[in-house]
């Protein structure tokens, strides 16, 4: 049982490069192993750093499900940030 979602990356470590996401990108399917998952978490997580983005700040995430939404929600769990999404298909 984990006891926060930052535990998630702790299992990317043992899973390393077995895929974790795939979703369509265009005509073709993307792949994302744990360890890249990973990897992308950390390095939004030291861009919002270099931002000055930091624990209680808030980011709204406004796009499509996909790897990169993953990577940049773990990153900002990282931070401590408040993540705010908003779905992609909503109404002005």
Not at 59 to 64: C, K, S
Not at 74 to 81: E, H, I, N, P, T
């Amino acid at each position: 049982m984990r006891e926060t979602l930052l535990s998630f990356l702790d299992d990317c470590r043992s899973h390393g490069e077995q895929i974790a996401v795939a979703h369509e990108a265009g005509v073709r399917l993307s792949r994302w192993s744990y360890a890249r998952l990973a990897s992308a978490a950390f390095q939004f997580a030291r861009e919002l750093e270099a931002q000055g983005i930091g624990a209680g700040d808030r980011v709204l995430f406004w796009g499509e499900n996909r790897a990169e939404w993953i990577a940049c929600f773990y990153g900002c769990l990282l931070r401590g940030v408040i993540v705010v999404p908003l779905d992609l298909k909503s109404a002005p």
